[in-house]
Antibody, heavy 122, light 111 residues
Framework: EVQLVESGGGLVKPGGSLRLSCAAS????????MTWVRQAPGKGLEWVSC????????YYADSVKGRFTISRDNAKNSLYLQMNTLRAEDTAIYYC???????????????WGQGALVTVSS | QSVLTQPPSVSGAPGQAVTISCIGT?????????LHWLQQLPGTAPKLLIF???NRPSGVPDRFSGSKSGTSASLAITGLQAEDEADYYC???????????FGGGTKLTVL
């Protein structure tokens, strides 16, 4: 069974930093692309960042480019999101999401974690 | 505004059928990029419902079906059940934005 378990969420002040982790199990981690998708309270879904199976192709939404860094450790079956210079508008549930390791135009989100809440407030 | 446009809400009685539309542009759906659908039950994480326009993952009932034509796509749900009450999102890739994009979501109410 595919399992994705996020950790590292919490309350942080504007301008602060936070690092999210996602522990993956139940599948061959390095053969899948991984993504972070967020959902602000009461709002829709927003793609944040994506990394391919080998970890050499990284993609970011304009809203987080230059502030967030995605990475993965295939030896530890783990995905990470380093979030710096956080803003109030980054407040959201952050989901760790798996997808097939295919070209971007065909990529989709086939398994989701339960999410980690990040609250940016003074 | 979301890149993909969905109606905010739809409703139907148990046993009836509903359709949810997803309208895009020439840089996403119209460019031939795959369109996918997600279901989010209240208080839970989203779940993949349809991938690559019309394919159902294992375990998704055949009451759910997807189609795509031109710059738009549709999700059809037949034989509505109370447990279908959820938010539904369409998702694709946009070549101009170089980003994965979602619709704004449609809330399905089973009357």
């Amino acid at each position: 069974e595919v399992q994705l378990v996020e950790s590292g969420g919490g309350l942080v002040k504007p301008g602060g930093s936070l690092r999210l982790s996602c522990a993956a199990s139940g599948f061959t981690f390095h053969t899948y692309g991984m993504t972070w998708v967020r959902q602000a309270p009461g709002k829709g879904l927003e793609w944040v960042s994506c990394i391919n199976g080998g970890g050499n192709y990284l993609y970011y939404a304009d809203s987080v480019k230059g502030r967030f860094t995605i990475s993965r450790d295939n030896a530890k079956n783990s995905l990470y999101l380093q979030m710096n210079t956080l803003r109030a508008e980054d407040t959201a549930i952050y989901y760790c999401v798996r997808g097939p390791d295919v070209e971007p135009t065909k990529f989709y989100f086939d398994s989701w974690g339960q999410g980690a809440l990040v609250t940016v407030s003074s | 505004q979301s890149v993909l446009t969905q109606p905010p809400s739809v409703s139907g009685a148990p046993g009836q059928a509903v359709t949810i539309s997803c309208i895009g542009t020439s840089s996403n759906i119209g460019a031939g990029h795959d369109l996918h659908w997600l279901q989010q039950l209240p208080g839970t994480a989203p779940k993949l419902l349809i991938f690559a326009n019309k394919n159902r993952p294992s375990g998704v009932p055949d009451r759910f079906s997807g189609s795509k034509s031109g710059t738009s796509a549709s999700l059809a749900i037949t034989g509505l059940q109370a447990e279908d009450e959820a938010d539904y999102y369409c998702q694709s890739y946009d070549s101009n934005l170089r980003a994965w994009v979602f619709g704004g979501g449609t809330k399905l109410t089973v009357l």
